[in-house]
């Protein structure tokens, strides 16, 4: 299917306890990819920006980069020793614990994170008014276990802006933090 038709909710796990939302989609076709929430396969995502650019490249990388400050004991990273290997062997696949959404929450379950990127597209979901900014660019609901951050691009959700957004992940005392 064509990673822009509408029935494709998300890229990732279906059960991912870790979800982005982000207000655009590679322009590309995925063949096996089907309706709802599907998970990529090993090369898809270097597929996908090969074929889409640099600014997929980058969600891609940072959203790996975020996985992989997050702390070990929450069990993302498996065998994985560098972001780069959990990017190309894990991220977004079949039990993994991560999706990439297009559309923006419709459940909130107690044991998911929901991370919206980028403000612009934050203010244009229904949740809007329910944030709270915590800084003009980072906003959270505790009710919801949202975090808006920059979208997932090198120059706008830095290293350091990475670690800010892990202090306001844990701010939300997650199942997944209690061990």
């Not at 396969?41 to 940072?62: E, L, P, S």
């Not at 039990?95 to 203010?123: C, Q, R």
């Amino acid at each position: 299917m064509h990673l822009t038709d509408p029935d494709i909710n998300a890229l990732g796990d279906s059960n991912a306890r870790i979800r982005v939302y982000i207000g655009n989609r590679p322009n590309t076709l995925i063949e096996h990819v089907q309706p709802g929430v599907f998970p990529l396969m090993a090369q898809d995502i270097y597929n996908i920006g090969q074929v889409c650019g640099n600014g997929w490249r980058k969600v891609f990388n940072v959203y790996a980069k975020l996985i992989f400050a997050l702390p070990p004991t929450l069990g993302f990273r498996d065998t994985t020793s560098r972001w780069q290997d959990f990017r190309d062997s894990r991220l977004l696949q079949a039990d993994s614990g991560t999706a990439l959404y297009f559309n923006e929450p419709e459940e909130f379950s107690p044991d998911v994170l929901h991370i919206i990127t980028g403000k612009t597209y934050a203010n244009s979901l229904t949740v809007a008014s329910s944030l709270y900014w915590e800084t003009p660019e980072f906003a959270i609901n505790k009710q919801r276990n949202i975090v808006v951050c920059p979208y997932f691009d090198y120059r706008q959700l830095s290293n350091a802006k990475i670690l800010f957004l892990i202090d306001l992940l844990e701010q939300l005392h997650l199942p997944m933090y209690k061990n």
